[in-house]
């Protein structure tokens, strides 16, 4: 009897269970279908390229279609750590990243604080001003510096010599040059940092101020107690950005201005690879270098994540 | 209870105060806003300069000309650069924003394990610089036989982590009721992006493809690495070849770099508080 009972409902399943939709049939097929665009060109541009480097990584070769690739083993990374180039390349990395932090961090940081009350159409008209660097592509940044910092033209050096003082050469010193880009990295970023700090500022609670200033509360003791820790997220989000960023920024000016020089001054890592790869042509430094810094790095974003994480989960 | 005390004695205190944070507010926000825009101002003047007043110091040119504009024309392909720079930007601005509405779709409207696992993968595109894996995307582009070609600058940019993780973030914030109706009512994906999504998420739209094309358009590392000739150069490059070649020639030098420089200006003049906005919002790329 139940079998019987039964029949109708199964002879009914029967062809329903044929004519199920595809989404129930292979549920993973539209997603896949939505994700393929953009998976395909991350894997075809990034992934696959970053296990390329990796492979490259063993083998000396020097780009050419016709000449062999001869598997070193990790002979590439062995002679690039024996390398003074890249110490020099790494120390100079260091300077870049801890000198564009008073540009992209304190002093914006400094100049929100001190200017949490300009509001209105003021504000709306200085914070309109200072951000059109951060519209200029870096190469045009590049070229007018290079005239602005210019020794015997330049306005920067015509106003050194009107006070009464020789003129600099801000691009061809040794001891100068690698600060002189850390300026023109910061000028473009100065603004825009600025606008951040001053955004995070403005979504504090203005009753919580006037309690403060009522208790008897200094205005430094307000901006250190109350701002600071509020603006917290924004001041570890460009602090993270600046260091895994910032000597990156700098590439382009380093490639228009100095080339590196003078005598390897202003060589970071980012263009050692560069020069490494299509200077002279020694893809197996290059990609070695690549990778080492690519795992530096990595590990320096991953803490960057964390406290980034930890910043922006604090009670407010 | 001290609240009830104190204010007698901060009142009298309060306005020279205020007079004095409001003058100092104004003083650094302008001498931040002259640090900006004067090297901006002494570019166009000295492009505007005639050659024998070119080493001048003086704030506006005697006899203003458009001569080094004339110039850069005769030197180098300068309209050519423009278009192609135009060309690559809004291209690859579209392409990014399409295959980042699907994605973003996807991630939103499918969340498992799996989408999750893959979302992760696409932030860490993030840690990987241009330089590391730049001897490979140069081998690619070659055995394509795209060097030195337009295709070339908007392949690599068809899609990217930057633009797909943006638009999750405003996707994410949809009201899931509004998905849930258009599914009862038997919608497919296609038109729930296309006719319910996409109207709503239009200003998030804009505002990412405003930014985009304008990191597009000063784009420099990767054009750096496939072009070889002026003709299929971007406007970037253009002026680094300029550079390059007649690296002394103030005048027509700065006139090149201000063309380069006017198109963005322009858009930013007109979408101003957008820009600014959508700038902070994402931080850096």
Known sequence: MANVLDLPARLGALPARRRRPLALRAPWLAPSLFLAPALGTLAVWIYWPLVETFRLSFYEWNLLPMAPQVFVGLENYQRLLELPELRQAAWNTLLYTVGLLPLTVALPLAVALATRDARGRAGAIYRALIFVPMMIAPVVVAVIWRWLLNPEHGVVNAIIRGVGLPAVRFLDDPGLALWSIVFITGWKLVGFSTLIFAAALTSIDRSLIEAARLDGATEGQIARLIYVPLVMPAIVLLGVLTVLHGAQWSFVYINVLTRGGPLQSTTNLYYLLWEYGFSSFAIGWSTAAGMLLFVVFGIAALFGVRLMNRSDARPR | ?285
């Open chain 2, 1 to 285: 209870m001290r609240a009830h005390a104190e204010p007698t004695q901060s009142a009298p205190l309060g306005p020279p105060t205020a007079w004095f944070a409001a003058a100092r507010s104004h003083a650094l926000l302008i001498a931040l806003s002259l640090l900006s825009l004067l090297p901006l101002y002494w570019m166009i003047v000295t492009a505007l300069r005639p050659e024998n007043e070119i080493f001048s110091t003086a704030p506006w040119p005697e006899n203003p000309t458009l001569d080094n504009v004339r110039r850069i024309l005769d030197g180098m392909p300068l309209f050519r650069m423009l278009a192609n720079t135009a060309l690559v930007a809004a291209a690859s601005t579209a392409a990014q924003l399409v295959t980042a509405l699907l994605a973003a779709y996807a991630f939103a409207r499918w969340r498992n394990r799996w989408t999750r696992a893959i979302f992760g993968l696409l932030t860490l595109t993030w840690l990987i610089p241009a330089q590391v894996i730049m001897v490979p995307n140069y081998l690619l582009v070659t055995s394509f036989g795209m060097l030195d070609t337009l295709a070339a600058l908007i392949l690599p940019h068809v899609a990217s982590a930057f633009a797909i993780m943006l638009l999750y973030q405003s996707l994410r914030a949809f009201p899931e009721e509004l998905i849930d109706a258009a599914i009862t009512d038997g919608a497919g994906n296609w038109h729930i992006l296309w006719r319910v999504i996409v109207p709503n998420v239009r200003p998030a739209l804009a505002s990412l493809g405003i930014l985009l094309f304008i990191s597009s358009w000063n784009d420099y590392f990767w054009p750096l690495l496939v072009t070889r000739s002026p003709d299929s150069a971007v406007i970037q490059i253009g002026l680094q070849m300029f550079f390059t070649q007649e690296g002394n020639q103030w005048g027509p030098l700065m006139a090149a770099a201000s063309v380069a420089s006017l198109p963005i200006l322009a858009i930013y003049a007109v979408l101003q508080k957008q820009i600014v906005e959508s700038f902070l919002h994402s931080g850096l790329k």
